[in-house]
Structures are given as C-alpha cells and as structure tokens.
C-alpha cells in the first residue's frame, strides 16, 4: 500500500524559509523589551526571503512546497510584526489593517489560481513593497535616533510608501488573477 500524502523535500532553500516562521516567536517575544535585538532578529528572518528564493533558483531546488510556503511565511513574519507595531504603539491599527487586508486578498486569490493549475507570480510592485515593509518595520522597532537620524521618522515614510504600493500592487494582483481565469 503507498501513501498519498506529499513528501515535503528538505533542502536549504525549504529549511530558511521555515526559519522564518520559526523567527516569528522570537521576534514577538524579544522586541518589546529589546528592540535592537528585535531588529536583528527580524532583519535575519526578513533576509531569509530573499536567500530561501535565490538558492531554491540557483541550486535548481524550486518545490511545490517552497512557491506555496514562501509568501506564506513572509506574510505570517509581516503580520505579526505589524500586530506588534500596533500593540506598541509605533504604527496606527488602521495602517497594519489595510497591509494585511491587502496581504489576505493576495493570498487568497493566488491560492484560488494555484488550485486551478495557474499560478500568479509576484510582480515587481509587491517585491518593493515587501522590501519597503521589512526596512520601514525594523526603523519603527527601533524607534530612535540612530547618527544623527531619526528612524522612527524614516519607518513612517517607508511604512506610507508600503501602503501605497500595497494598494496598487493588490489591484494589479486582483487584474492578474480575473485575466487568468
């Protein structure tokens, strides 16, 4: 008798995209009462993403498993940092609601398209925008001044220039998904 259950394949690409969600407690538990080392840990899990996508490339190890996991531990890593940015006080609830609205719809439309068989890759619009959360949220976990530069500031600029091209990105997505359907 053979089992239908899928085998997930563990390479390095699979393992660092697993750390990122294994970061997430860390993150949660250190940053209140140590930002600096809250930063580290979110700047390591944030880097991970990017490293887990090039390897999986480069090493010829792209799985199934790897293209659904990726976006979702990056979602469960931003999610969870903006929960705590709120419960800090450093972000308003209604910023961290529409990024994550935003990061749900994404999902659940390229999940929808996967299960027909179609799958919608990310575009360059939420690649920035990614990349535009992961700074703005480790300046707003440091909330100082850092060489004569106020982070906090920068954090809110950044964390402004995510939710625009979060919006935009989102309806791209939404046009993507009606297009391959």
């Known amino acids: 008798m053979t089992s ?6 563990f390479n390095l690409p699979t393992i660092l995209t ?28 944030s880097m991970t993403d990017w490293f887990d996508g090039y390897l999986a490339r480069r090493m010829g190890a792209v799985t199934k498993f790897g293209i659904i996991m990726d976006p979702i531990a990056d979602k469960f890593l931003v999610i969870s940092a903006l929960v705590l940015l709120v419960n800090m006080d450093l972000l308003s609830v209604w910023i961290a609601a529409i990024l994550i609205v935003r990061e749900f719809l994404v999902t659940a439309l390229r999940a929808v398209a996967l299960s027909k068989g179609t799958i919608i890759a990310a575009e360059m619009g939420g690649k920035i925008k990614a990349a535009l959360q992961f700074i703005a949220i480790i300046c707003l976990v440091l909330d100082q001044r850092f060489l004569g530069v106020d982070l906090f500031d920068i954090g809110t600029i950044l964390i402004w220039a995510a939710l625009v ?12 998904f009606w297009k391959a359907l």
Do not use: E, M
């Open 165 to 176: 091209l979060s919006v935009i990105s989102g309806i791209k997505y939404t046009v993507l």
């Open 18 to 45: 697993l750390s990122r969600i294994l970061l997430i407690p860390v993150f949660l538990f250190i940053t209140p009462y140590h930002p600096y080392w809250g930063a580290l840990v979110f700047a390591l899990a």
């Open 4 to 9: 239908s259950a899928p085998t997930v394949k």
